[in-house]
């Protein structure tokens, strides 16, 4: 089955950029959206965005400035890059797979995405 | 401050029957399919519930959702201790993004 494996630096400085990458075992990255989630110490779910194995992206409008994700689909890898972090950017990052589309009712789109499969998280502290 | 709204913490006895709100809005549950999450302490999130009321294969059917209006519900019956954990709402926002609930703690008593 599906697998996916998160790596990079546990800990990233600030104003420095946070860089991840995940990398999908026993399947193709081919097909699906993939998303990167992660979680604060203590808090909630946040999503940071997504990309599709074609290159295209969406995030997080809160974060899109300072977000860029992408695919490496030789590796069936893709990997997150996050910019100008803080200490608000410690959290435990997941890699999720989400498969994501819509159905057509009426005149209406109904959208539907979700993270099936999911890494085991990798924690990233930022401090100097 | 979550865009979808869960209680903070449920419980109930075992064997008992809990459910879990999640509240949004036109912008997202209203027009969206909902997904469902259970994390157990120091583990990552797993899919319970996907489209508002599937199940993927290996989740017991005694997890159920359900969508009415702006709102969803998690109903999980024959309580289990391995149930303790955070459960999370989720869907598609016409922000284009993703959100979810804050999280709602089940504890069984």
């Known amino acids: 089955q599906v697998q996916l494996q998160e790596s990079g630096p546990g800990l990233v400085k600030p104003s420095e950029t946070l860089s991840l990458t995940c990398t999908v075992s026993?399947?193709?990255?081919?097909?699906?959206?993939w998303s990167w989630i992660r979680q604060p110490p203590g808090k909630g779910l946040e999503w940071i965005g997504y990309?599709?194995?074609?290159?295209?992206?969406n995030y997080n409008p809160s974060l899109k400035s300072r977000v860029t994700i992408s695919v490496d689909t030789s590796k069936n890898q893709f990997s997150l890059k996050l910019s100008s972090v803080t200490a608000a950017d410690t959290a435990v990052y997941y890699c999720?797979?989400?498969?994501?589309?819509?159905?057509?009712?009426?005149?209406?789109?109904?959208?539907?995405?979700?993270?099936?499969?999911w890494g085991k998280g990798t924690t990233v502290t930022v401090s100097s | 401050q979550s865009v979808l709204t869960q209680p903070p913490s449920v419980s109930a006895a075992p064997g008992q029957k809990v459910t879990i709100s999640c509240s949004g809005s036109?912008?997202?549950?209203?027009?969206?399919?909902v997904s469902w999450y259970q994390q157990l302490p120091g583990t990552a999130p797993k899919l319970l519930i996907y489209?508002?009321?599937k199940r993927p294969s290996g989740i017991p059917d005694r997890f159920s959702g359900s969508k009415s209006g702006t709102s969803a519900t998690l109903g999980i019956t024959g309580l289990q201790t391995g149930d303790e954990a955070d459960y999370y709402c989720?869907?598609?926002?016409?922000?284009?993004?993703?959100?979810f609930g804050g999280g709602t703690k089940l504890t069984v008593l």
């Open positions: 489209e508002n009321n």
């Open positions: 999720a797979r989400a498969p994501s589309g819509y159905y057509v009712s009426g005149s209406s789109n109904y959208f539907y995405y979700y993270m099936d499969v």
């Open positions: 989720g869907t598609w926002d016409s922000s284009l993004s993703v959100v």
């Open positions: 036109s912008s997202n549950i209203g027009n969206n399919y």
């Open positions: 990309i599709y194995y074609s290159g295209s992206t």
């Open positions: 026993g399947g193709s990255i081919s097909s699906y959206y």
